[in-house]
């Protein structure tokens, strides 16, 4: 299974982003997705996460209020809408696939992980 995450860049702060992770095997529909981010020198930070049906969310609080996410599953991609950007949300943003269908704020409960995708925010 490979993991696409793609729709960053450079973005004044107040505007906005959306994010994609497009999953090469449609089986992982079944499965809960989450974002993570990694600012330089920091490490990797939860941000959000999606069941499978995209009835459940968790939201980091960092975010909440900016951002959502949310999923078409018969697309096998999932989405990060950030408004609101603030440069200290400049970071490599990654998405994973759950090992269950629901999705966690742990590392350790992701088994496939994107390449990342680039967001800077300018002051």
């Known amino acids: 299974v490979q993991l696409q995450a793609s729709g960053g860049g450079l973005v004044q702060a107040g505007g906005s982003l959306r994010l994609s992770c497009t999953a090469s095997k449609r089986t992982i529909s079944n499965n809960g997705v989450g974002w993570f981010r990694q600012a330089p020198g920091k490490e990797r930070e939860f941000v959000a996460a999606?069941?499978?049906?995209?009835?459940?969310?968790i939201i980091s609080e960092s975010v909440k209020g900016r951002f959502t996410i949310f999923r078409d599953r018969a697309a096998s991609t999932t989405y990060l809408q950030m408004n609101n950007l603030k440069p200290e949300d400049t970071a490599v943003y990654y998405c994973a696939s759950a090992r269950s269908a629901y999705g966690s704020s742990s590392p350790g409960s992701y088994n496939y992980w994107g390449q990342g995708t680039l967001v800077t925010v300018s002051s």
């Open positions: 999606i069941a499978w049906n995209g009835g459940n969310t």
